[in-house]
């Protein structure tokens, strides 16, 4: 069982590949703040990115960065460079087409690729909203996994063939966890989220225990016992770690199956309830209007509606 990909799947992480830019001269292009994660790989060249309340960040080749909670930005030549709207339509008719969003006059300098990520409101495992809002590895930094993803998608970007858009969002969701296991390779450990749950071996292998059996009627001594640890051992590096309880956890995470089969599916109460653990619609019910703020009937009935949309 892969924790990681679990919580992505579930959380309904799906990446989309960006334009390529192209910059020449004095440019710079500004984007107004997005509910995605966005990332940006320089494969030529340099630009400064800039974002509110933060100093202009200088950026190389080879360099790679993600701005977790998608906000608003500007990439330019320099830091008093001039800044323009982005051309939206441009940038994705540039993207379909596999083309090249030209800046600035001139013999290109600087090229860098970008794509973003979005994520199921269904899942309240916020995964870019626990990531730091700016992640930014110098090339020194990348392990040949996370080189190789962007030249490829460099490549695949500049000469588009059959299923290119099928490659892309592949390529780009590799390109998002080669972007997590550095981050969690080089952090500092003092983070503690849920992300923390990645760092430690031994929450490791309790998340993993519930993730496998979240119907299991699991009490914080029996997943201790799973484990081979003590009761306080595993509420203390529980604390420690992810700022949560075993019992918190497991609550939380039975709630985000138990959201999708209620969206996605027609199963009913009694059958997602008995999957998540539960003894009786009631108590399930409970559980999930503490944790959703609406009971399991009315969220299927509201998120089926959202989805409409």
């Keep these: 069982m892969d924790v990681l990909s679990e919580v992505l799947d579930v959380s309904g ?7 390529r830019i192209a910059a020449a001269g004095d440019w710079g292009v500004e984007w107004v703040r997005d509910r995605d994660a966005i990332v940006y790989a320089v494969t030529a060249g340099m630009a400064y990115l800039s974002i509110e309340g933060d100093a202009p960040r200088l950026l190389m080749t080879g ?3 993600i701005l977790a909670t998608g906000a608003a930005h500007a990439l330019s030549s320099a830091p008093d460079s001039d800044i323009h709207s982005c051309d939206v339509a441009a940038a994705d008719e540039a993207r379909r087409h596999g083309d090249v969003l030209h800046l600035g006059d001139g013999d290109v300098h600087t090229q860098i690729l970008g794509a973003s990520y979005s994520h199921d409101p269904a899942g309240s495992t916020p995964v870019f909203a ?3 809002s700016v992640i930014h590895f110098r ?3 990348l392990g040949e996994n996370l080189t190789d993803i962007v030249r490829i998608l460099g490549r695949e970007l500049a000469r588009p063939g059959v299923a290119t858009h099928l490659v892309l969002d592949r390529l780009v969701d590799i390109l998002l966890v080669e972007i997590l296991r550095t981050w969690l390779a080089t952090a500092p450990q003092a983070d503690v989220s849920w992300w923390g749950v ?3 071996p031994l929450l490791m292998q309790a998340v993993t225990r519930i993730h496998e059996a979240p119907e299991h009627p699991w009490t914080t001594e029996a997943l201790a016992r799973e484990v081979a640890t003590s009761k306080q051992t595993l509420v203390r590096r529980f604390s420690t770690f992810a700022g ?3 019992g918190e956890y497991l609550t939380r995470w039975r709630m985000n199956l138990a959201a999708h089969r209620l969206r996605d599916t027609n199963d ?8 998540v653990g539960y003894t009786s619609v009631y108590a399930f019910s409970r559980a999930f209007r503490r944790e959703r703020s609406l009971p399991p009937g ?3 009935t509201a998120s089926r509606a959202s989805e409409r949309v």
């Excluded at 992480?13 to 334009?19: N, Q, T």
């Design 13 to 19: 992480v799906r990446g989309s590949s960006g334009a």
């Design 63 to 65: 360099d790679v960065v």
């Design 130 to 132: 626990l990531l730091p």
């Design 139 to 141: 090339a020194h930094q």
């Design 198 to 200: 990645l760092r430690d």
């Design 244 to 246: 949560t309880t075993p």
């Design 268 to 275: 009913t109460l009694e059958d997602i309830a008995a999957d």
């Design 298 to 300: 009315q969220y299927r």
